[in-house]
């Protein structure tokens, strides 16, 4: 296991994050986007995976086989603001990819989006995930990936989850500002992870009408069969096993894959006071969640 740093958590701009995301700002912001690129957008541990394979399979599996074997995900949709020693930046990996339409991955905020993409009108993707999956999704994660900052114990990082001071801030501003823009930009789409979970299916019909792509039935139910949990579980190419900051003994990348897991970490005391804060925290938005499914 390489040797990596735990980053400290500082504001940057109204917004907690590291400064792995933050290091390369001049170059993300003048970053310059193609028409066709794809963009992944998500609050962190949303399902980005899940999505980015998805939009990989649907574009290059019947041109490039080989890919399925040698590629690793995070090699084919490369992460946008990602600025971390010792490897090539995120910016770096998009700018060398060799194939079009360039799949694009970020966690970032929708103020910190660099313009290129909205001035090209490319096509995005946004998945969102219900608050109490995604912070319990999130801390695991923080607990394997040694880029990120320490979780410490769980009652203290739900605390933090809910004031906002996690890496990419607040899941509240994230998912209600991607929300908003939604209503003004047509080239959004807006998913859900819980659809996804509820019905692969037609989630992949909706996104093949999104991008346009006449992807036969056969070819979409091949496609669904591949990302199923198991299957991208059991897939080194899409499970981070070859990623050397993730230590997968303390909790793999692909863990549950489950709607509703957070019944299994919150406590009766913590999911009532949670449940009143978003309450108050999502009270001005016609974003809604399902928590179960
Ligand atoms: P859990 O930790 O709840 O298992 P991201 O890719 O944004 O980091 O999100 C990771 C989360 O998505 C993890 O959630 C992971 O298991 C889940 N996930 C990834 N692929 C999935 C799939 N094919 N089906 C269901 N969940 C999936």
Known sequence: MAQFERPELYDFHGVSMTHYFTYNWENLQN????????????????????????????????????RETSLAIFDRVPFLELSIPDAPTGIETVDSLPTRPRLIKTHLPIQFVPKSFWENNCRIVYVARNAKDNAVSYYHFDRMNMVQPEPKDWNSFLHR???????????????TGWWDKKQ??????????EDMVQDTGRELERLCSFLGLSTSVEEREHIRGGVQFDAMKA???????TDPVMDHRISPFMRKGKVGDWKNQFTVAQNE?????????????????????
């Open 161 to 175: 989850f809910m004031e906002g001071k996690m890496v990419f801030g607040s899941w509240y501003d994230h998912v």
């Open 184 to 193: 003004t930009y047509p080239n959004l789409l807006y998913m859900f992870f």
């Open 31 to 66: 970053f310059k986007a193609l028409p066709d690129d794809i963009l992944v957008a998500t609050y962190p541990k949303a399902g980005t995976t899940w999505m980015s394979y998805i939009l990989d399979l649907l574009y290059f599996k019947q041109r490039d086989n080989e």
């Open 235 to 241: 897939n080194p190419m899409a499970n981070y096993s």
């Open 273 to 293: 006071s949670f449940d009143k804060h978003y309450e108050m925290k999502m009270k001005n938005t016609t974003l809604k969640f399902q928590t179960t499914i």
